[in-house]
């Protein structure tokens, strides 16, 4: 068993298909590795699929590409029978205050992290509209936001930006396909143990000080694990979750919502 499995019980997914964008590496890896875990059929879609866990189908595909995304959603659909979870986590992330970025850099970020989750949608929504027919309750969009959306951050302006519109996005999206069966959420992770964070600290001039410093900006001292953020995603895609949509669930060790004293 996965260590991703330690936090999912059952098989409650069986029977269902999902669709986990950015699904080769860190978050998505860990979310497409449950919900395998706990039934469901998975396709992973990532630009370098050769990561995806085993037993998941691995599809190459770039969420920049409308005609990309739209094929390989299809392809999912025609391998795998159906499709009742999209998760919409591919993203990338950007340093800087709003002077140190470009205009280039700009719309790049926001073509992938938003817009990525806008061609996904847009492409999953006719075969999540059929699913929400047979299976009521089942049938889901949970994006990857961050505590970026909530909360300032230093050097953070354009990836705050963009994440600030996918909260918007989410609750826009749930007021639009509630009604269809199909319900909207997202997770804000705080600052989580990812592949992109380890380049990250390794631009730093001193790593080990950095991630000192990363891990005491959140209350509970610690960096967020992979796993622990797909748990959440994985409980807002469950059947359990059939009356939760328009969520933002923070998985962020406190950052959002305490404000602790100062260790003397």
């Known amino acids: 068993m996965t260590r991703a499995a330690e936090f999912g019980t059952g098989k409650d997914f069986d029977g269902l298909v999902a669709l986990v964008t950015g699904g080769a590496s860190g978050i998505g890896a860990a979310t497409a590795a449950l919900l395998r875990d706990r039934g469901a059929r998975v396709a992973v879609l990532d630009r370098d699929p050769s990561g995806a866990p085993p037993g998941t189908l691995p599809i190459k595909a770039d969420v920049t590409s409308d005609e990309g995304v739209r094929?390989?959603?299809?392809?999912?659909?025609?391998?795998l029978g159906a499709l009742h979870t999209v998760v919409g986590n591919a993203?990338?992330?950007?340093?800087g205050s709003v002077e140190d970025n470009s205009d280039a850099e700009w719309h790049r970020l926001l073509d992938i992290n938003v817009?990525?989750?806008v061609r996904t949608a847009r492409a999953a929504l006719p075969h999540l509209r059929r699913a929400a027919e047979d299976r009521p309750g089942c049938v889901s969009i949970t994006h990857t936001c961050s505590i970026a959306a909530t909360a300032g951050l230093p050097q953070r302006a354009a990836y705050s930006a963009s994440?600030?519109?996918v909260l918007s996005l989410t609750l826009a999206m749930a007021a639009d396909h509630v009604r269809e069966g199909?319900?909207?959420?997202c997770v804000n992770p705080g600052t989580?143990?990812?592949p992109w964070i380890g380049r990250l600290l390794e631009r730093t001039g001193d790593p080990a000080a950095e991630r000192a410093a990363l891990e005491a900006r959140q209350p509970a001292g610690r960096l967020v694990a992979a796993e622990e953020v797909a748990a959440a995603i994985a409980y807002l895609a469950s059947p359990a979750a059939a009356a939760v949509t328009g969520t933002a669930l923070a998985v962020d060790g406190g950052m959002q919502g305490l404000r602790l004293r100062p260790v003397t």
Do not use: M, P, Q, S
């Not at 199909?182 to 959420?185: E, G, K, M, P, Y």
């Open 71 to 79: 094929a390989a959603v299809a392809e999912a659909v025609a391998e």
């Open 91 to 95: 993203g990338i992330g950007a340093l």
């Open 115 to 117: 817009l990525g989750l």
């Open 163 to 165: 994440k600030g519109a």
């Open 182 to 185: 199909i319900r909207v959420n």
């Open 192 to 194: 989580a143990d990812t």
